[in-house]
């Protein structure tokens, strides 16, 4: 998990996982990659995808809608860093029974739609 440094469009220090916005017309699969080594530093070794979350919030006073395609992923763990140090400004991993806080206001509930999926691999 990173926790959002001041950088980060909101939810500055928020606890969150890795995040990306898909392109016009690019493949999700090459985002998901592009993405995992822009922030980890790391290779995507394999991935699931989880499925997908409509997430509606306000902010900033401007309602908005987000259509989230959720994956987990594994990666080698010895060789994950911190590489948007402008962004996060903190990286570490947690057990679901020890979570960080304070959390980003949706990962809890993705942590509740897929926690089962999350638990193996």
């Known amino acids: 998990m990173q926790k959002r440094g001041e950088a980060c469009r909101d939810k500055q220090g928020c606890w969150d996982t890795g ?3 898909l392109k016009f017309k690019e493949e999700v699969e ?3 990659k592009k993405e995992i080594k822009e922030e980890f530093g790391v290779e995507i070794l394999k991935f699931y995808f989880l499925g997908y979350r409509s997430v ?3 902010f900033e006073n401007k309602k908005t809608h987000w259509l989230t395609l959720d994956f987990k992923g594994l990666v080698d763990r010895n060789k994950v860093k911190n ?9 570490d991993w947690f057990s679901f029974d020890n979570l960080p806080q ?3 206001s949706q990962l809890l509930k993705f942590f509740e739609k897929y926690k089962k999926q999350l638990k193996n691999f």
């Open 83 to 91: 590489n948007e140090l402008h962004k996060f400004s903190e990286i």
């Open 19 to 21: 995040e990306g916005v």
């Open 30 to 32: 090459k985002r998901l």
């Open 102 to 104: 304070p959390l980003h």
């Open 56 to 58: 509606k919030r306000e």
